[in-house]
């Protein structure tokens, strides 16, 4: 069964169709890359698979349910935008994410929390941008989800740390789910994708393994994202 499935999918936001009859099949086990140029609709898609949004038209299966309370045990999400309540500290955000996720694993996020050296007892509030944010991918990644899905998960950081949040993508999920990384960093997180959506416009130009890319068009992801995209 597919973990993710979009059939006719539509949104509008009154005069501005966000997504326009979205078809898109995403199988457990593949680490799938959502690219488009800025308001193409790629954080759309990821709330509504979320249930944040409702579909103007066309339906939402997460793992043959339609977005509900069943399905928040399915999907761990990483929105773009900072959510973490500025008073809390990273401790007792474990304990939140522990109260609310029952898949949540507590030493593997301590064990994260300590490859970056973050204490558990530092505030939000005291934190850099950079440092909040890996702290909300570490409690994200630390659930045993089936659907995984990352709105710009490494837009926020140095490079240098780049790789080591990418490697703890692909070392801390579940190898029977499957994760989603919305982001314009092609470059960046090419290497640990195993097929690309490409999305403009709200509609979905492109679905492949990023295998057949490099073999039938005989250039990079990142450079036929270029050539597809070109102004």
């Known amino acids: 069964m597919a973990i993710l499935e979009c059939k006719g999918l539509s949104k509008r936001f009154g005069s501005v169709q966000a997504l326009d009859n979205v078809n898109l099949t995403i199988e457990p086990g593949r680490v799938v890359g959502l690219l488009g140029p800025n308001g193409s609709g ?4 990821l709330k509504l698979c979320n249930g944040l949004l409702t579909p103007s038209a066309g339906e939402i ?3 043959g349910a339609k ?3 069943e399905t928040k045990a399915v999907v761990s999400y990483l929105p773009d935008k900072p959510y973490l309540a500025d008073w ?3 401790g007792q955000l474990m304990d939140f994410f522990a109260d609310f996720y029952g898949d949540f694993d507590r030493e593997r996020a301590l064990d994260m929390l300590a490859h970056l050296n973050i204490n558990e007892q530092q505030s939000i509030k005291q934190m850099s941008k950079g440092t909040r944010e890996k702290v909300q991918l570490i409690l994200v990644m630390s659930r045993k989800a089936g659907l995984y899905l990352l709105d710009e998960p490494i837009g926020g950081v140095d490079p240098a740390t780049r790789d080591y949040i990418l490697d703890t993508i692909i070392r801390n999920y ?3 789910a499957a994760v989603v990384i919305s982001t314009h960093l092609i470059a960046d997180v090419e290497q640990v ?3 690309v959506v490409f999305i403009r416009n709200g509609q979905i130009m492109l679905q492949s393994p ?3 890319i490099r073999e039938d068009k005989g250039m990079s992801v990142d450079q036929y994202f270029r050539e ?3 102004c």
């Open 210 to 212: 990023v295998d057949a």
């Open 88 to 90: 809390m500290n990273v």
């Open 61 to 63: 299966l997460i793992a």
């Open 193 to 195: 994708l195993d097929e």
């Open 42 to 45: 790629k954080t759309t898609l």
């Open 67 to 69: 977005p509900g309370p």
């Open 174 to 176: 579940n190898p029977a």
């Open 228 to 230: 597809v995209f070109k």
